[in-house]
């Protein structure tokens, strides 16, 4: 099936061809349903703590000399952000006739790019935008915000897009997240280390913003940044299918690759050097006025990782010694069981030194604290109960595809669940003796998902890798733990940047 070209670009992109081979199995099989128990609530996996019980154990492992991580997938293009605008671009009507439309220019004066819209305005058309809307040339002020020839804001990543208006200047999303790290990632020394992931063709454009920017809020909050890149690897993506499930060709016989998604950048993470690592998508940011809240919940999650993970590691010391006793072992279950919400039904029915290595394999790896907001209608994973494969019931975070919604029960469990996904992560990446985990090891790589799409007229079925917060880490012990509904503000589409929290 594979040609001496299709070999050579297999070895180009790194990637064997075993990988092809399952990836091209997993379109014929699909991919199976995650078995629920139940939707997470408060005091059924989701935890409501009181801050002030876990501030101080953060404040404390902070003052040691651990790494410190703020990891910020920020790789994704803003067009899906302006689908709308683009609409309008290539539509019949000249003016304005739907409400998205109407609210946009309406209020075009309150984004923060306005003073650059109206200068690319003057540059593209000789007139400022008050000018060309008066005249009705609506379209214009469109193509300046969107084309190449003016901002270019409909091929630029969200990170790199003016969000927030201050007294000093606007700020991109990339500096609020730079605010936030000092805010709450900053180690001992002062430092504070960001790394985001970014796409090859805008890596120039953010390092650039870095240079131009950092060196401020470095001063403003009297810390040094250490600010990384990296890309999603080629070996991650992923081969496209046609309608038979064989491999997807393009005009010239080659392979069709797409990348693997978000879920590849488990690999990014795995790559990085930390005892604790942030995770938050690039657009959820707020300005100033409102990052108290943010810092307070961030501080709360990562105390109760590190309260969590200290007790873990004296418990699989205690296992290593040999020198427990029955009540011990006894304590320790009720831990796994109850603090890291990983059951067993047969736990009983195990030889002591089965159950002692069940109890060492379930506290010996990666552990992720996951803040889950209540849910209002945003769309998202949710927090379940489901079954794994070697028959424990632990906490995940699920999407929609990964849920059969043609059983009745499943999906009234999606449907009234409480809260969701809202992407707030703070991780513990090394074991009790200092080493990193790898990573790739903890992946359900039954979690991928198939989805359609299209190549020059052709229908494909496209490979999504498992997502990074979804079947990536599906094999790590999980916390859900219950934040305030004004640390999410995602913008998903231009006139989000209207709303109250980004004025």
């Given at each position: 099936?594979?040609t001496?070209?299709?070999?050579?670009?297999?070895?180009?992109?790194?990637i064997?061809?075993?990988?092809?081979?399952?990836q091209?199995?997993s379109?014929?099989?699909?991919?199976?349903?995650?078995?629920?128990e139940?939707?997470a609530?408060?005091?059924?996996g989701?935890?409501?703590?009181?801050?002030?019980?876990?501030?101080n154990?953060?404040?404390?492992?902070?003052?040691?000399?651990?790494?410190?991580?703020k990891?910020?997938?920020?790789?994704?293009?803003?067009?899906r952000?302006f689908?709308?605008?683009?609409?309008?671009?290539?539509?019949?009507a000249?003016?304005?006739?739907?409400?998205?439309?109407?609210?946009?220019?309406?209020?075009?004066?309150?984004?923060?790019f306005?003073e650059?819209?109206?200068a690319?305005?003057v540059?593209?058309n000789g007139k400022?935008?008050?000018a060309?809307?008066?005249a009705g040339?609506?379209?214009?002020?469109?193509?300046?915000?969107?084309?190449?020839?003016g901002?270019?804001?409909?091929?630029?990543?969200?990170?790199?897009?003016?969000?927030?208006?201050?007294?000093?200047?606007?700020?991109?999303?990339l500096?609020?997240?730079?605010v936030?790290g000092?805010l709450?990632?900053?180690?001992?020394?002062?430092q504070?280390?960001?790394?985001?992931?970014?796409s090859p063709e805008?890596?120039a454009?953010?390092?650039?913003?870095?240079a131009?920017?950092?060196?401020?809020?470095?001063?403003?909050?009297d810390?040094e940044?250490?600010?990384?890149?990296?890309?999603?690897?080629?070996?991650?993506d992923?081969?496209?299918?046609?309608m038979?499930?064989?491999?997807?060709?393009?005009?010239?016989?080659?392979?069709?690759?797409?990348?693997?998604?978000?879920?590849?950048?488990?690999e990014?993470?795995?790559?990085?050097?930390?005892d604790?690592?942030f995770i938050k998508?690039?657009?959820?940011?707020?300005?100033?006025?409102l990052?108290?809240e943010?810092v307070?919940y961030?501080?709360?999650?990562?105390?109760?990782l590190?309260?969590?993970?200290k007790?873990?590691?004296?418990y699989i010391q205690l296992l290593?010694?040999?020198?427990?006793?029955?009540e011990q072992?006894?304590?320790?279950?009720?831990?796994?069981?109850?603090?890291?919400?990983?059951?067993?039904?047969?736990?009983?029915?195990?030889?002591?030194?089965?159950?002692?290595l069940?109890?060492?394999?379930?506290?010996?790896?990666?552990m992720r604290?996951?803040g889950?907001?209540?849910?209002?209608?945003?769309?998202?994973?949710?927090?379940?109960?489901?079954?794994n494969?070697?028959?424990?019931v632990?906490?995940?975070i699920?999407?929609?595809?990964?849920?059969?919604?043609?059983?009745?029960?499943?999906?009234?469990m999606?449907e009234?669940?409480?809260?969701?996904?809202p992407?707030?992560l703070?991780c513990?990446v090394?074991?009790?003796?200092?080493?990193?985990f790898?990573?790739?090891?903890?992946v359900d790589?039954?979690?991928?998902?198939?989805?359609?799409?299209?190549?020059?007229?052709?229908?494909?079925?496209?490979?999504?890798?498992?997502?990074?917060?979804?079947?990536?880490?599906s094999?790590w012990?999980?916390?859900?733990?219950?934040?305030?509904?004004?640390?999410?503000?995602p913008?998903?589409?231009?006139?989000?940047?209207?709303?109250e929290?980004?004025?």
């Open positions: 099936m594979l001496a070209q299709d070999r050579e670009q297999l070895a180009k992109k790194g064997s061809e075993a990988q092809i081979t399952d091209l199995a379109f014929e099989k699909g991919f199976p349903y995650l078995q629920l139940a939707a609530a408060i005091g059924k989701i935890m409501a703590p009181n801050p002030a019980q876990y501030l154990a953060w404040d404390e492992y902070r003052k040691g000399d651990a790494c410190i991580v990891f910020v997938p920020a790789s994704g293009a803003a067009s952000m689908k709308n605008l683009f609409e309008f671009l290539g539509g019949e000249n003016v304005p006739t739907t409400d998205f439309e109407k609210k946009f220019f309406d209020n075009i004066t309150k984004f923060a306005y650059d819209l109206d690319a305005c540059k593209t400022g935008i008050s060309l809307i008066e040339e609506y379209k214009a002020v469109v193509a300046a915000l969107l084309e190449g020839a901002l270019n804001y409909g091929q630029l990543p969200k990170g790199l897009l003016k969000f927030h208006n201050y007294a000093d200047g606007a700020r991109t999303p500096e609020e997240h730079l936030e000092a709450y990632a900053s180690a001992n020394t002062g504070v280390n960001v790394h985001f992931t970014v805008h890596r454009l953010f390092e650039a913003l870095v131009e920017k950092a060196e401020k809020y470095a001063q403003k909050y810390i940044y250490n600010i990384s890149f990296s890309e999603q690897k080629s070996s991650t992923t081969v496209a299918a046609d038979e499930n064989k491999p997807f060709r393009n005009s010239d016989g080659s392979l069709l690759f797409r990348p693997g998604g978000h879920g590849a950048l488990i990014n993470l795995n790559d990085l050097d930390a604790v690592i998508n690039i657009d959820n940011v707020v300005p100033d006025r990052k108290e943010t307070i961030k501080n709360l999650l990562a105390g109760v590190v309260t969590l993970q007790q873990a590691f004296e290593d010694s040999g020198q427990y006793t029955q072992i006894e304590e320790i279950i009720r831990f796994v069981q109850q603090q890291l919400l990983c059951r067993k039904a047969d736990i009983k029915d195990l030889e002591d030194a089965e159950l002692v069940y109890l060492k394999n379930k506290l010996n790896r990666p604290v996951c889950m907001v209540r849910n209002v209608g945003e769309p998202g994973g949710g927090p379940f109960l489901a079954y494969q070697d028959g424990t632990s906490l995940q699920l999407e929609s595809s990964q849920i059969d919604m043609n059983d009745a029960e499943k999906k009234a999606f009234q669940g409480t809260h969701f996904n992407v707030d703070v513990a090394k074991n009790y003796k200092g080493e990193k790898d990573l790739t090891k903890y790589k039954a979690a991928g998902f198939i989805s359609y799409k299209s190549k020059s007229g052709r229908e494909l079925k496209a490979l999504e890798l498992p997502g990074l917060w979804n079947g990536a880490m094999d012990n999980t916390i859900f733990v219950e934040v305030g509904l004004g640390t999410f503000n913008v998903k589409t231009v006139n989000d940047l209207l709303r929290q980004h004025q």
